[in-house]
């Protein structure tokens, strides 16, 4: 891997504007998932720069105090930052099983003991910096008494202690590794690489597809052809994760890659120039007259490619084109601004979420601009029990407005917003902070979005469609008003109004969808059955 450090002062959040997508100042070692964008949380400055194994005081101070300050800050509830160290310490029972970290009743100092025998003694600590402190000197003396400790990598010190924390927040909360979050950031911003897929090959790897204009189909490679070295370096019998990192790299810059492609000829050496790669996710195809568009999660592309996927279907389509079908069951989310602007794309005003928490600065308001695409085109949303967090936005934001039909089963309920705070050791801190809120104003988290019709219970389409022409419309509007008026104790029925029953064999979900956009009068009444009343 290439080595780099980088360096950012870490810059306030500034307010979201009235009708627009302000977004906020993003700094090099934090990015704000759902994810969304950069704060401080107690550290004025951090550093990212390649660790070595071996676990040293000053760089794990560094880590924890940045750890520890942003669940101290910014975490969606107060936490006892002593009380949760402390638990952290007895994480490291991971590595060192006869470890104990135990707060004196008598005194107010921390001991660790191994198998039973005080270690290390401190004093309680009052905040971040200080307990960072405290936590390294523990550490640094437990390895000293436990072989195991001793011979534990930096890593596996950080991942057993940041763990164990988050598992004492909530379930969205987590420490991602070094290299675990390097991948992470693959898949959200892109990477460097050829745009080809391999698979393990006794020979080294065998390419399985080429994506058109991309350097691998630029330099003349096919699908079925055999890498046999990188950079003249043999990868036969190679991991494939390596094979992977090894294609990876900087962007511009060249891989020479030793190719066989008939066993009768001499190998092929093929230069190819790396570029930045993202992966897709918005798929477009045709059903007879309506555009299907599939959105398989939310990185830093989706806006671009759902632009590009609603050009092409009226391109396609033209004056044939009668409805949009936006499919986003099995999407767990992604990118917090993406999914506000593919919703936005749609919507002329209006808001389109909000999001609260414990710090001021998570309180923010999305609105609709004035630009939107096929602002006359009928509209359904797919939904099923595991879309979630961003793939939810689009969908209460599109329902509450009027803007769209959702057909399927009750969402997963993933409504909090989470901040990527990446830590100076390369790994990630995954932190819940705010929650979020549909445009009528309910809470996302734990209940999902309840679908305008829902097919769970659903045997046929045609037997569907004649109930709602018949007027089983009335149904919508009292489940919905239920819904948008649930409270914490709700969760379990309202998830029993439309649980997920996945179907076999047709799509029944997007035949409904169809034969109601396809019918304008229906499709106008059941949007206006979904949409709040005024003061609601």
């Known amino acids: 891997m290439t080595v780099y ?18 977004w906020m100042a993003r700094a090099a070692t934090v990015s704000f998932l759902l994810w969304t964008a950069a704060m401080s949380a107690g550290c004025a400055k951090i550093s990212v720069a390649n660790v070595p194994d071996q676990f040293e005081s000053a760089a794990a101070i560094e880590v924890f105090n940045a750890g520890f300050a942003y669940i101290q800050d910014i975490y969606i509830d107060t936490a006892d930052i002593g009380e949760l160290v402390l638990i952290g310490l007895n994480g490291l029972r991971r590595i060192e099983p006869a470890l104990a970290a135990v707060k004196s009743d008598a005194s107010d100092e921390v001991a660790l003991l191994i198998d039973g025998r005080a270690a290390a003694h401190t004093k309680l600590a009052s905040g971040a910096a200080e307990w960072a402190s405290a936590a390294v000197h523990l550490i640094e003396s437990g390895r000293t008494a436990s072989a195991a400790l001793n011979a534990a990598t930096a890593e596996s010190i950080y991942a057993s202690i940041f763990d164990t924390m988050a598992d004492q927040l909530d379930s969205y909360t987590r420490y991602s590794t070094a290299e675990a979050a390097r991948e992470e950031r693959a898949k959200r911003d892109g990477f460097g690489g050829i745009g080809a897929s391999i698979e393990a090959h006794t020979d080294g790897a065998l390419i399985s597809k080429i994506k058109p204009g991309q350097p691998a189909f630029i330099a003349g490679l096919m699908k079925g052809d055999r890498i046999l070295a990188i950079n003249d370096f043999a990868i036969s019998g190679m991991p494939l994760r390596r094979i992977v990192n090894l294609l990876r790299g900087p962007v511009r810059t060249e891989l020479l890659l030793t190719i066989r492609r008939d066993a009768r000829e001499e190998p092929l050496k093929v230069p190819v120039t790396r570029t930045h790669i993202v992966e897709q996710t918005v798929f477009m195809e045709v059903d007879r007259d309506f555009a299907y568009i599939r959105l398989t999660s939310f990185n830093q592309d989706t806006l671009r490619e759902m632009r590009e996927a609603t050009d092409q279907a009226e391109v396609t389509l033209g004056a044939r084109l009668r409805g949009l079908i936006i499919d986003v069951r099995g999407n767990p989310g992604g990118l917090l601004d993406q999914a506000v602007k593919v919703a936005d794309l749609f919507l002329a005003t209006g808001a389109i979420l909000r999001t609260r928490g414990r710090h001021p600065r998570s309180y923010q308001y999305f609105d609709a601009d004035s630009h939107t695409i096929m602002p006359k085109l009928p509209i359904a949303v797919l939904l099923d029990g595991a879309s979630a967090s961003a793939a939810e936005i689009v969908a209460s934001a599109l329902q509450d407005q009027g803007r769209a039909i959702v ?70 509007r009292r489940n919905l008003k239920t819904r948008r008026r649930a409270d914490m104790d709700d969760a379990d029925h309202l998830k029993q109004m439309c649980p997920w029953q996945p179907h076999e064999g047709e799509d029944l979900d997007l035949e409904v969808a169809e034969g109601v956009l396809g019918k304008r009068e229906l499709y106008e009444r059941v949007l206006a059955f979904a949409k709040p009343r005024t003061g609601s």
């Open 407 to 476: 057909v399927g089963a009750s969402s997963f309920g993933k409504g909090t917003v989470q901040q990527v705070l990446r830590l100076p050791n390369d790994g990630e801190l995954i932190l819940t902070w705010a929650r979020m809120h549909a445009p009528s104003g309910y809470v996302l988290n734990r209940y999902g979005v309840l679908p305008t019709i829902c097919t769970s219970r659903m045997r046929d389409s045609a037997t569907a469609i004649a109930a709602l022409i018949a007027g089983a419309g009335e149904s919508i």
């Open 5 to 22: 450090r980088l360096e950012a002062r870490i810059s306030p959040l500034q307010p979201c504007r009235p009708k627009c997508i302000q």
